[in-house]
């Protein structure tokens, strides 16, 4: 049993910082499929700057996928969910039993499953927990899920460590089904909110001059949700039908308070708030 980053106690292996193999790096021939996607760029743009040997490998380049996949030591995947389960499929004829696969899609348990299934070789499921505008990795959390021959990614999550970032341990299903709340029904809650305010032709300008710190945060997390490409935002939503179904409850939740609200009952939402305000004093 080993005890997590996150303090979670799981009988997966833990991946430890090994400064030796950190100075010893070789350069390795890495492919990383969506290579000119927004993320795709990012990681492209971090390994090569780290010395390796990267390749790109596009939606039209598919041509060249017997060169670029089969001498790769590491085989990047970073693209559309739901692309992700075809692409591994396909990419998989190409690899050599050695070469290393991992993917950086935002929902880990099909992707892993896909990449188990159709790859003999080492396996790891990464989620980036940030976005494509970041300037470095330091300070941010790589959630990892161990697949095959997690010994194979040591020098990886290493080089992931060096740069800064935490590394953060779990099964791919816990992965999913926390993603439900720390991205799908956040993402739905600020878009609900987006679209009210427009609904509402609420001058924001005007609100942010009377503003709240927290109402200036909040509005400010609305307007980055806004300033993203709307298929991210979408995708992120509808990624399983788990999200669907949390964003539907999270909906009646809305409309059962909504209703109490409109009935002006109070002790029923004082009964709500404190309900939840002994559940969330717990954490
Ligand atoms: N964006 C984020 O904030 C974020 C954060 C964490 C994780 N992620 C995950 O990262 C992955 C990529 O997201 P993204 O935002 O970078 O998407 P993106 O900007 O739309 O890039 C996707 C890339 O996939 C490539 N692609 C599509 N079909 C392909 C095919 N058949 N063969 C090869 N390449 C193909 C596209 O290549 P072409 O340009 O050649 O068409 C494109 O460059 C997703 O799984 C997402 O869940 C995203």
Not at 28 to 48: D, H, Y
Not at 49 to 74: C, E, F, M, P, R
Request: contains cysteine; aromatic residues 8%; negative net charge.
């Amino acid at each position: 049993m080993q005890l997590l980053d996150n303090g979670v106690k799981s009988s997966i292996p833990a991946f430890t910082a090994d400064s030796s193999s950190l100075t010893n790096a070789t350069p390795k021939n890495i492919t990383v499929i969506g290579g000119s996607g927004r993320m795709g760029q990012l990681f492209v743009q971090q390994l090569s700057a780290a010395g390796h040997n990267v390749s790109i490998l596009g939606s039209k380049g598919w041509d060249d996928a017997d060169t670029l996949l089969s001498q790769a030591d590491l085989v990047l995947v970073s693209v559309p969910i739901e692309r992700t389960i075809d692409i591994i499929k396909l990419a998989a004829k190409y690899l050599s039993p050695t070469t290393a696969l991992a993917d950086i899609t935002s929902i880990k348990t099909q992707p892993l499953q896909a990449m188990l299934e159709y790859h003999q070789g080492p396996v790891i499921g990464l989620h980036p927990m940030f976005g494509p505008k970041v300037k470095s990795f330091s300070e941010q959390k790589f959630v990892v899920c161990p697949g095959r021959n997690e010994e194979t990614f040591q020098w990886l999550l290493n080089w992931i460590k060096t740069l800064g970032g935490n590394i953060i341990v779990c099964t791919p299903e816990e992965h999913d089904r926390l993603m439900v709340f720390v991205q799908a029904t956040q993402h739905f809650s600020r878009f609900s909110l987006g679209a009210f305010v427009t609904e509402e032709q609420v001058d924001l300008n005007r609100s942010l001059l009377l503003s709240t710190p927290n109402y200036q945060q909040e509005i400010d997390i609305v307007k980055g949700l806004f300033a993203q490409n709307p298929q991210l935002c979408v995708e992120i939503m509808l990624a399983t039908e788990e999200r669907c179904q949390a964003i539907a409850h999270l909906a009646s939740t809305y409309n059962r308070l909504a209703q109490l609200v409109e009935q002006k009952d109070r002790s029923g939402l004082i009964q709500e708030f404190e309900k939840a305000k002994r559940f969330i004093s717990n954490f």
